[in-house]
C-alpha cells in the first residue's frame, strides 16, 4: 500500500498539538470541576448538565470518525440515500426527549438493563441485554471507529494502522479513565464545536474544487475509474454496475427491489434502528439522563437533531466530490489497483474523505481537519468506553460480587475499558473486509440482524402494560435465533463484492438487511404480545413510574428487583465506614494516582450526594414557559425535517 506522507509541516503539527492541549486543558478543567468519587458522580455527573452540552454530546457521541469515513464512502460509492441514516434520526430524537426518558427518569435507573430489570423483575433479560450491548459496542462501534480513524491517519501520516490506533487508545482511554461523564460531556461540547468548524472548511474547499453543486450534479454520473479496461474477463465476473455511479444517485428514496437502499427500509427500517440506538442505547440516554431537568432533556434533543442535519452536507455530498475529483482510487474496481491504494481488495470508497483532506486542504488546514477526525473519533470512542464501563460495572460485575464497594466499582469499570479494546483490535481484519468494503453498510446490517429485538422489548415495555417478563424475554431469545439465522451465514460465506459475489444462498442473504430488520421487529413483536397475553400479568403496583402511562403516578413502587436495590448502597457503606481510614493512611502519591481516578473524595461529600440524586430522579415537573417553548421548537425542526426529506426524495 502506498504510503502518502502529507502532514509533515510546523504549521499542521503546530496545529495539532494546540489542539491536543485545549482538550486535556478542558479535561482537566472538567476533572477539578465535578465530583468522580462517587457512582452517580462518575457515570451520571451528578446530574447537573444544562441543554447545550446534552446536545452537543449527544451528536458528538454519534459523529465518530466511522461517520465521516463511512457516509463519505457510501455517498461515494452510490450517493446520497445514506443521508437518511442521519435524517431520520430529526423524528427519533424527540420520541427520546419526549416519551422514552420521562420513564427512565421517573425510574431511577443510570443503565438501560437496569429499567428493564425494574420493569419486569428477574435477571436473565437485564444479563442478556447487558452482553449484547456490550457486543455491539465492539462489533459495531469500537472497531469501526478505530478502523476509520486508522484509514484516515494512513492517508494523512503513512503510519501503521496498529501504532496509530494505539496511540489514539491512549489519549482517549487517559481522559476516559480519569474524568468520568462530565469531563466527556464538556470536551465533546468542544469537539463538537472543531467537528463543525473543520468538516465545513473541507466541504467549502471541496465544492469550490469541483465547481459547485451543480457541477457535482452534471459530473458524478460519469465519475469512471480508466483502470476498469484492464479487467481479466476470464477472471473477474465484470458488470458496468461495478464501476458506473448509480443513476438514482441523488435520490435518498429509491426502487423497493432494486435499490441499494429500498425506500421501504429507509423508511421504516432505519427507523427501527433509529428507536433502538437514540431511544435505548447506553451511550446516547446516559447523556439525556445526565441533564438537570426534563426540559434540559428536550432542549438538548433539539440541538441535536438540528446538528443532525449537517452530515448530509458536511460528509456525504464531500463523499460523492472526492470520487468525482479522484475516480480511479476512490473509485478503483480492479482488485490489485484497490489493494495498493489503500490496504483491500473489495474497493477504496472508505478513503474518499481522507483523501479529500490530503489531496486540497492547504498547511495547517490539513493539520485541523486531522485535529477534527481524531476529535471525531476519540468523542465517540471515551462515550462508548464510558457507557460500556457503566453497564459491565453495574449490571454483571454486581451480579458476581453483590457487595461490591464502591472503590471496587470505579476500578472495574476502569479495567473493562482495556479488556473490551483489545477483542476491538482483534475484529478490526473483519471490519475491513465486509461489506463490499463499504463502512457504514457493514455497521447498519451488524445492527439490523441484532438490534429490533431490543428496541421492540423497550417500545412494549414503556408503553405496553400488559407486557411480562416471559413475554420479554422470549421474545429476545426468538429474535436473537431469528437475527443469527441470518448473521452468522452471512459472516461465514462473506458479503461479498461487486466482481467477487457471495456464495450465502439467496434464500437467507437475499432479503436487503434493512427490509430484514422490519421482519425481525414485527416477528420479535408478535412473540412477546403473544408470550405476555397466555401469562399472567404484572399487577399495577409494580408498574408505578415504569410505563409512560403511570409516569405521573404518586402511589408508592413494589420494586420486583427489590432484592438488587440495596446493593450499591451496602457497599457504599462499607466505603464510607472505611474511607476516613484510607484517607489517613494514603502517602502523596497514592493520594494523587486517588485524585486523578475520582476516588479521593471527600466521604462525607459522598453521603450527602445520594440522597439529593434520588429526590431529584422522579422529578420530571416542567416550567409552563420553557415546556411550550421547547415544543415550538420541536415542531419548528419537524417542519424543517419533512422539508428536506421532500426536496431530496
Known amino acids: 500500500m502506498e504510503n502518502l506522507v502529507a502532514i509533515n509541516n510546523p504549521a499542521d503539527i503546530f496545529v495539532i498539538v494546540g489542539y491536543f492541549a485545549m482538550v486535556i486543558g478542558v479535561g482537566i478543567w472538567s476533572m477539578f470541576r465535578t465530583n468522580r468519587g462517587t457512582v452517580g458522580g462518575y457515570f451520571l455527573a451528578g446530574r447537573t448538565m444544562t441543554w447545550w ?151 467549502g474547499y471541496s465544492f469550490a474544487e469541483v465547481g459547485g453543486y451543480n457541477a457535482l450534479l452534471a459530473k458524478y454520473s460519469s465519475a469512471l475509474p480508466d483502470n476498469f479496461t484492464s479487467l481479466d474477463p476470464q477472471r473477474y465476473n465484470i458488470s458496468p454496475q461495478c464501476y458506473m455511479p448509480r443513476p438514482d444517485a441523488f435520490n435518498l428514496l429509491r426502487d423497493a427491489t432494486t435499490g441499494d437502499l429500498p425506500w421501504p427500509g429507509v423508511l421504516f427500517g432505519i427507523a427501527i434502528l433509529g428507536g433502538w440506538y437514540w431511544c ?108 460500556s464501563s457503566t453497564l459491565f460495572t453495574m449490571d454483571i460485575w454486581t451480579r458476581v460480587r453483590p457487595r461490591s464497594t464502591e472503590r471496587e466499582l470505579l476500578i472495574v469499570g476502569r479495567v473493562w475499558v482495556l479488556c473490551i479494546v483489545a477483542i476491538s483490535i482483534c475484529w478490526i481484519p473483519v471490519v475491513q473486509a465486509a461489506q463490499s468494503g463499504q463502512l457504514f453498510d457493514y455497521i447498519q446490517s451488524v445492527s439490523s440482524y441484532l438490534a429490533p429485538p431490543i428496541a421492540s422489548v423497550f417500545l412494549l415495555a414503556v408503553f405496553v402494560k400488559r407486557v411480562n417478563e416471559m413475554g420479554a424475554f422470549w421474545g429476545l431469545m426468538g429474535g436473537l435465533a431469528i437475527g443469527l439465522c441470518r448473521l452468522v451465514p452471512e459472516f461465514w460465506f462473506g458479503t461479498g463484492s461487486c466482481l467477487f459475489p457471495s456464495d450465502c444462498p439467496y434464500i437467507v442473504c437475499g432479503i436487503h438487511y434493512l427490509h430484514f430488520g422490519i421482519i425481525l421487529f414485527f416477528c420479535t413483536s408478535v412473540l412477546i404480545l403473544v408470550v405476555s397475553y397466555c401469562t399472567p400479568p404484572i399487577h399495577d403496583k409494580h408498574l408505578h413510574r415504569l410505563v ?74 416542567e416550567d409552563p414557559k420553557w415546556k411550550y417553548a421547547v415544543n415550538a421548537n420541536a415542531l419548528i425542526m419537524m417542519a424543517v425535517a419533512f422539508f428536506m426529506w421532500g426536496y431530496y426524495a
Open 280 to 387: 435505548s442505547d447506553q451511550v446516547i440516554v446516559q447523556r439525556c439522563l445526565a441533564a438537570r431537568s426534563l426540559t434540559h432533556v428536550k432542549a438538548g434533543c433539539i440541538m441535536c437533531g438540528y446538528l443532525k442535519l449537517l452530515p448530509m452536507f458536511l460528509m456525504v455530498f464531500p463523499g460523492m466530490i472526492s470520487r468525482v475529483l479522484y475516480p480511479d482510487e476512490v473509485g478503483c474496481v480492479v482488485p490489485e489497483v484497490c489493494k495498493k491504494v489503500c490496504g483491500t481488495e473489495v474497493g477504496c470508497s472508505n478513503i474518499a474523505y481522507p483523501k479529500l483532506v490530503v489531496s486540497i486542504m492547504p498547511n495547517g488546514l490539513r493539520g485541523l481537519m486531522l485535529a477534527v477526525m481524531l476529535a471525531a473519533l476519540m468523542s465517540s470512542l471515551a462515550s462508548i468506553f464510558n457507557s
Open 53 to 203: 452540552p446534552v446536545g452537543a454530546s449527544l451528536f458528538a457521541s454519534n459523529i465518530g470518525s466511522g461517520h465521516f469515513v463511512g457516509l463519505a464512502g457510501t455517498a461515494a460509492a452510490s450517493g446520497i440515500a445514506v443521508g437518511g441514516f442521519e435524517w431520520n434520526a430529526l423524528f427519533i430524537v424527540l420520541l427520546l426527549g419526549w416519551l422514552f426518558v420521562p420513564v427512565y427518569l421517573t425510574a431511577g435507573v443510570i443503565t438501560m438493563p437496569q429499567y428493564l430489570k425494574k420493569r419486569f423483575g428477574g435477571t436473565r433479560i437485564n444479563i442478556y441485554l447487558s452482553v449484547i450491548s456490550l457486543l455491539l459496542y465492539i462489533f459495531t462501534k469500537i472497531s469501526v471507529d478505530m478502523f476509520s480513524g486508522a484509514v484516515f491517519i494512513q492517508q494523512a501520516l503513512g503510519w501503521n494502522i496498529y501504532v496509530a490506533i494505539s496511540a489514539l487508545l491512549l489519549i482517549t482511554a487517559l481522559y476516559t479513565v480519569t474524568g468520568g461523564l462530565a469531563a466527556l460531556m464538556y470536551t465533546d461540547t468542544f469537539q463538537t464545536f472543531v467537528i463543525i468548524a473543520g468538516a465545513l472548511v473541507l466541504a
Open 548 to 621: 409512560f402511562s403511570l409516569r405521573h403516578s404518586k402511589e408508592q413502587r413494589e420494586d420486583l428487583d427489590q432484592e438488587a436495590v440495596n446493593k450499591i448502597p451496602q457497599g457504599k457503606s462499607e466505603e464510607s465506614g472505611n474511607a476516613a481510614g484510607e484517607v489517613e493512611e494514603k502517602s502523596g502519591m497514592c493520594h494523587l494516582v486517588s485524585r486523578l481516578c475520582g476516588g479521593g473524595g471527600s466521604p462525607k461529600v459522598q453521603d450527602q450526594e445520594q440522597p439529593e440524586e434520588q429526590e431529584q430522579l422522579p422529578d420530571i415537573s
